[in-house]
DNA sequence: CGGGGGTTTGACGAACGTCAATCGGGGTGG
DNA sequence: CCACCCCGATTGACGTTCGTCAAACCCCCG
């Protein structure tokens, strides 16, 4: 084992113990379980699917770096993403069969990933009450973030949409250090937006443009800063998670 | 306890039954779990709430007659519907933490229910297996369901998604016995209809003028009739879910 | 016979989609 | 180093879908 791949291993699992550490405490041994992931580490190319819809990702793994997401394509080419996955997610780590777990899940950036055989579905660590606890609560927030998703969709308005999508991508990077002072790397294109709100790629720009216009965000370079941050959750109505009502 | 009471209890776990063992064989003794509920059964009007938002309804129930839903209201008044409950259909049932239980949960017609508190959080069947497979694939079908959900509003027509929705409903209501050869009774009003498709009062009526003049459906007097169930299908891109694929 | 909730219809307007052209920036080959 | 190119962002013009408003209608019930 070279050393820069030791470096790298300890840099996914640092990840995995940061984020999951923010949902649940984890004990000593909790941290071991993650540090014990074996890999290996897979370097996965944007486009490249993890699974077939239906099946879950096998083996199951945790992204570490690179954006993914849930997605499906309509018979005509029409495509509705159902949701981000983000340094951090599980790819098919679930403990019970999930439909979330079972969409079909595809790298929307070049991405890394860490196999991590154990956490397959049924998973049981009697031994690790915090690593338990804190996978079935990213469970729940994948839930709950499909509600808040059909709510945007069925009822709020392309600016509302938009505001609520990012300041849900803020607090999800900000949880794994990847967002700090209201500013993250959103490596998407405005296609993938469009796909994530419902909305047509010239309607993602004009609302963008819109939010930008009224100063409430910045975005160049794929860089996004949410200038008021207020304001934004006011148009979209977003309440941040309340993690320790999931128990 | 007066024998129509006792034919009540009787109707009530059959429906029970019924609905469950089409998701997972019931033995004799998971039935008995069913037929063990003590209730009672209660009889609750139209529009009262059986949670507060971000709270398990307590006692947990099943939704014996009448229908109810999941909703969110935004501060303007906006509604959406997140899901359907149908007769069979837990209330505040799940396993773990769910975000649809915490979901506001509100009687759409007059109901009737049979607690059980028996099916509380965090349930443990360890002598009924069927059971408890069962109730976990009805968990797992609502999270289907809430995808289905995504795409169709974030990527369907008015036309498409009301297809999508009547099929869904066929095929549930079906389930629980209570439709039969593409007819069933839905006692809802358009405007709850409006709500769950995320589209205007005014909007869904003309959809439903459009299926029923291209002769896909019927719908008087709150019996809806699919008369071309494969065109529809076709039109919604709709696929029946598959059960055993949730185990 | 009157009333009220729900449905239906028409006219109009706003939000959003489509098409097509242009722009802009980073990468690449000469 | 420069020209070119290509993908994605941006803009404008226009079309469609869907929302809003308001009136009429319908049916069930008292």
Chains 1, 2 share one sequence.
Not at 25 to 45: K, M
Not at 214 to 243: F, G, M, N, Q, S
Request: overall charge neutral; charged content about 25%.
């Amino acid at each position: 084992m070279k050393p820069n791949h030791a470096a790298a291993m300890r840099e996914a699992t640092d990840l995995l113990v940061r984020r999951y550490g923010a949902l649940a405490h984890l004990s000593a041994e909790d941290e071991q379980a993650f540090r014990r992931i074996e890999g290996p580490l897979e370097d996965v190319r944007r486009g490249r699917q993890f699974n077939v819809e239906g099946r879950r990702a096998n083996p199951p793994r945790f992204l570490i770096t690179g954006w993914a997401c849930r997605q499906r394509v309509l018979g005509d080419g029409r495509r509705k993403i159902i949701g981000f996955i983000l340094p951090g997610d599980g790819i098919g780590v679930c403990q019970r069969a999930s439909p979330l777990s079972l969409c079909c899940m595809t790298a929307l950036t070049d991405c890394r990933t860490l196999a991590a055989p154990a956490f397959d579905i049924g998973w049981d660590f009697p031994d690790q009450p915090g690593l338990d606890n804190a996978l079935r609560i990213a469970e729940a927030l994948d839930e709950a973030r499909a509600i808040d998703h059909i709510v945007r969709l069925g009822r709020q308005t392309a600016l509302e949409r938009m505001a609520h999508l990012l300041l849900e991508l803020n607090w999800r990077l900000a949880q794994v250090g990847l967002a700090e002072s209201w500013r993250f790397h959103v490596p998407l294109t405005q296609e993938v937006m469009a796909d994530a709100t419902g909305l047509s790629i010239v309607h993602v720009n004009r609302t963008i443009q819109q939010l930008r216009r009224d100063r409430l965000i910045e975005w160049r370079h794929h860089v996004v800063t949410i200038l008021a941050p207020e304001a934004l959750e006011d148009i979209a109505e977003y309440k941040a998670p309340d993690v320790r009502a999931l128990i």
